[in-house]
């Protein structure tokens, strides 16, 4: 069997972006607005695109995002549709300590959402992804610290 090549990164972006997200997707997500948190789902999901063409696994920064992707993965003839349409593939969900990480710290993770979101970011754009827990009251917050996502990016800026 030949193997599918991943989509292109712009590809991905359209789909992301097309993607339809209803009540149903944010039923175990009551964090408001729902807008930045539908922002964060989105830009993730476009992270997830680059990641998976680097055959990369990434951290996720966000709990309030992360209980978004779990409404969106239950709606499973919605999320198969557009996991096909953006990816090739299925994107499977690998909880903190499952999948293929071979182990890699939940750092060494989001230092590499940290550069997925390099690549598919467009020009001025902000990611919410990294202090949204704290914008929208989660009462323990995830994220990257706005100072190691600036490390991140400066050693990026260095190669």
């Known amino acids: ?27 175990t997500c009551p964090w408001q607005p729902r807008e930045l948190v539908e922002t964060g789902l989105r830009q993730w999901l476009r992270c997830c695109g680059a990641a998976l063409r680097d055959g990369q696994v990434i951290g996720m920064p966000s709990h309030a995002v992360d209980e978004a992707w779990h409404g969106l993965i239950l709606c499973t003839a919605r999320y198969a549709t557009f996991c096909d349409r953006a990816y090739g593939r299925f994107l499977h969900h690998h909880p903190d300590g499952d999948g293929p990480a071979g182990g890699d710290s939940m750092s060494e ?51």
């Open 1 to 27: 069997m030949r193997k599918r090549r991943p989509p292109h990164l712009g590809h991905t972006s359209a789909a992301v972006a097309e993607l339809s997200l209803p009540d149903a997707v944010f039923k």
């Open 109 to 159: 993770q989001l230092r590499r959402t940290v550069i997925a979101w390099s690549l598919v970011a467009e020009p001025g754009e902000q990611c919410v992804l990294w202090d949204l827990d704290r914008r929208v009251g989660v009462a323990h917050p995830w994220g990257v610290d706005a100072t190691r996502v600036r490390e991140i990016e400066s050693a990026l800026a260095r190669r």
